[in-house]
């Protein structure tokens, strides 16, 4: 299975400065099937990015993601207060499914 | 855009089957891939498995021998059988749907259920 690893595994920052997540895989992830998502306390993940770097619908172009074969990046150009939450990637090119273990984006 | 709801018990006892059941809604279990995910308090996230209505279902190689994932058409339900349960296996279990394929990624999802297992 592909194994993903996150780095930070925390990230302390202000609103309005900018976070940066690494995903790293330890095989090529195929036709770079790599997602991210947000999840805030009690609640379910929510999608924002797929296809490595196609943002979902009603995603704000604040949030972008970039990447290929074993190396991805999830960016948030200016944190908002409600942006402050964990962030996890997640690879769909290989069965099983995995995710990273999660990067909290906190204030 | 597709609802999901998932519904069970919220303790079990150890070596007893979780049951739960995902209700759907706004539209049709026969089509998609319908998968079931979990985290434990505090956690990352697993996939369990999948079940596409006209195909079959895929499990994750770590639970494949305990589980097992159904649809009821009439009910336009998921259903989640997990078998030899411990305390390991706590955790919020959430359903989830991939609009777009096998090989698409989580586009819905539940709400999530909490389901702890303990005597």
């Known amino acids: 299975e592909i194994v993903l690893t996150q780095s930070p595994g925390t990230l302390s920052l202000s609103p309005g400065e900018r976070a940066t997540v690494s995903c790293r895989a330890s095989q090529s992830v195929s036709s770079n099937y790599l997602a991210w998502y947000q999840q805030r306390p009690g609640q379910a993940p929510r999608l924002l990015i797929y296809?490595?770097?196609s943002r979902a619908p009603g995603i704000p172009d604040n949030f972008s993601g970039s990447g290929s074969g074993t190396d991805f990046t999830l960016t948030i150009r200016r944190l908002e207060p409600e942006d402050f939450a964990v962030y996890y990637c997640q690879q769909y090119g290989s069965s099983p499914w995995t995710f990273g273990q999660g990067t909290k984006v906190e204030i | 855009q597709v609802q999901l709801q998932e519904s069970g018990p919220g303790l079990v006892k150890p070596s007893e089957t979780l049951s739960l059941s995902c209700t759907v809604s706004?539209?049709?279990?026969?089509?998609?891939?319908w998968s079931w995910i979990r985290q434990p308090p505090g956690k990352g996230l697993e996939w369990i498995g999948y079940?596409?209505?006209?195909?079959?279902?895929n499990y994750n190689p770590s639970l494949k021998s305990r589980v097992t994932i159904s649809v009821d058409t009439s009910k336009n339900q998921l259903s989640l059988k997990l078998s030899s349960m411990t305390a390991a296996d706590t955790a919020v279990y959430f359903c989830?749907?991939?609009?777009?394929?096998?090989?698409?990624?989580?586009?819905?999802w539940g709400r999530g259920t909490l389901v702890t297992v303990s005597s």
């Open positions: 296809g490595a770097s």
């Open positions: 706004g539209g049709s279990i026969s089509t998609n891939y």
């Open positions: 989830a749907t991939q609009t777009y394929g096998a090989n698409s990624y989580f586009d819905s």
């Open positions: 079940i596409y209505y006209n195909w079959g279902t």
